[in-house]
């Protein structure tokens, strides 16, 4: 009888999706965060240029 009921809980714990929704927000952001370090590095002196350009087109 135990026996049944452990390979019951154990059935259940494979078979649940309770934390599926998280882990694929989770993966979303990961993504997200991954695509704008890599655009950050790959067009970072373009966008330092642009910033010292205008700071210095103000006079600071």
Avoid at 4 to 26: I, N, P, S
Avoid at 33 to 60: D, E, K, M, R
């Amino acid at each position: 009888m135990k026996l049944h009921r452990l390979l019951e809980k154990l059935r259940h714990a494979v078979t649940r999706d309770e934390g599926q929704g998280m882990v694929e927000y989770a993966l979303i952001l990961v993504l997200i965060a991954v695509v704008v370090i890599v655009v950050l590095i790959i067009l970072g002196n373009q966008v330092q240029n642009v910033f010292c350009n205008i700071s210095g087109g103000l006079g600071t």
